[in-house]
């Protein structure tokens, strides 16, 4: 099993910066990647930002490139959002997920909400 626990959120002004972070423990041995994603209200949950742990590449969604920054922190187990420019419809609860034993994000946060003022 492996866990995780997100913080960082909170109420920002558009153009305003947050970070988000997000810590595993249990069993991440065989991490194959870690990511964010993002489910704003009566919306399905969508791909933010992913990294390989191994390797470091990251991966973004297209409305988000250029603005957010995924990283990690292999001894801590930690992985990050760094969020600028930030728009109102960057509004969501984020979650931050494990893909762990194989490339199928099965480990999930509880979330964080975010939130940006217009």
């Known amino acids: 099993q492996v866990q995780l626990v997100e913080s960082g959120g909170g109420l920002v002004q558009a153009g305003g910066s947050l970070r988000l972070s997000c810590v595993a423990s249990?069993?991440?041995?065989?991490?194959?990647?870690m990511g964010w994603f993002r489910q704003a209200p009566g919306k399905e949950r969508d791909f933010v930002a992913s990294?390989?742990?191994?390797?470091?590449?990251?991966y973004y969604a297209d409305s988000v490139k250029g603005r957010f920054t995924i990283s990690r922190d292999s001894a801590k187990n930690s992985v990050y959002l760094q969020m600028s420019s930030l728009k109102s419809e960057d509004t969501a609860v984020y979650y931050c997920?494990?893909?762990?034993?194989?490339?199928?994000?099965?480990?999930w946060g509880q979330g964080t909400q975010v939130t940006v003022s217009s």
């Open positions: 990294i390989r742990w191994t390797t470091g590449n990251t």
């Open positions: 249990g069993r991440t041995f065989s991490t194959y990647a």
């Open positions: 997920a494990a893909a762990v034993g194989g490339r199928e994000y099965r480990y």
